[in-house]
Structures are given as C-alpha cells and as structure tokens.
C-alpha cells in the first residue's frame, strides 16, 4: 500500500483546512488509518486515529474538539478536517494504515505516505 497525504498549505491562526489520504496498490478499507505530524528536530507525534469501520477514533489531546478524522472506504480516503487552527499546529502531516486501534506510536504503523505541510500563521 502507497499512501498519499495532500492538502496542506498555509492558514491564519484560527482557520480551517482539510487533508486528504488516498492509496495506491490496495483499498485502505481493511485498515486502522492514523495521522501523525512532526516539526523539524522532533519526533512523529499521534494526531488521531480511526477503526476500519469508521465507528471509533481517538484523538491526542491538543487536537480535542478541533481536528475531526473520518473515512470514506468506497472512495479509499481518509480525511483530517483541522479547525480553529493554531500555530503549534505547524507541522508536516503524515497519513498513515495497518495499527490496532488505539495504537499512537509511528513504529505500529506499517504504511506511509509523504508529507504535507501545514503552516499556521499568527
């Protein structure tokens, strides 16, 4: 499986964007499917994560009630709708497939894709 994470850009302080995830070589629709974001000199951090089925997610803390991730398995997507962005939410955001539900560490995730980079301005 070859994911693809799109959609960054630059945003004002208390704006809105969404990022996208599709794959290539095999549907996402059997797979956990996360989000991870890391700043340079900083390790991967767990963003949010959601069962294949859609009915269960799990968010870190800082993103509560702003960051909602949701899935489209006929379409082979996963989306992060981020709101009320702030600018510690700068960071490359990273899509990823294949963990047990639950799991936050990058090393659980067995697929990847490329970054996109998200720059929050104040």
Same mark, same amino acid.
Request: glycine residues 14%.
């Given at each position: %499986?070859?994911?693809?994470?799109?959609?960054?850009?630059?945003?004002?302080?208390?704006?809105?964007?969404?990022?996208?995830?599709?794959?290539?070589?095999?549907?996402?629709? #059997?797979?956990?499917?996360?989000?991870?974001?890391?700043?340079?000199?900083? $390790? #991967? $951090?767990? %963003?949010? /994560? @959601?069962?294949?089925?859609?009915?269960? +997610? /799990?968010?870190?803390?800082?993103?509560?009630? #702003?960051? +909602? @991730?949701? #899935?489209?398995?006929? /379409? /082979?997507? %996963?989306?992060?709708?981020?709101?009320?962005?702030?600018? $510690?939410?700068?960071?490359?955001?990273?899509?990823?497939?294949?963990?047990?539900? =639950?799991?936050?560490?990058?090393? $659980?995730?067995?697929?990847? =894709?490329?970054?996109?980079?998200? +720059?929050?301005?104040?």
């Amino acid at each position: %499986v070859q994911l693809q994470a799109y959609g960054g850009g630059l945003v004002q302080a208390g704006g809105s964007l969404r990022l996208s995830c599709t794959a290539s070589g095999r549907t996402l629709s #059997r797979y956990v499917m996360g989000w991870f974001r890391q700043v340079p000199g900083k $390790e #991967r $951090e767990f %963003v949010a /994560n @959601i069962a294949a089925s859609g009915r269960s +997610t /799990n968010y870190t803390d800082s993103v509560k009630g #702003r960051f +909602t @991730i949701s #899935r489209d398995n006929v /379409n /082979n997507m %996963v989306y992060l709708q981020m709101t009320s962005l702030k600018s $510690e939410d700068t960071a490359v955001y990273y899509c990823a497939g294949g963990a047990l539900l =639950g799991a936050r560490g990058s090393s $659980e995730y067995y697929y990847w =894709g490329q970054g996109t980079l998200v +720059t929050v301005s104040s």
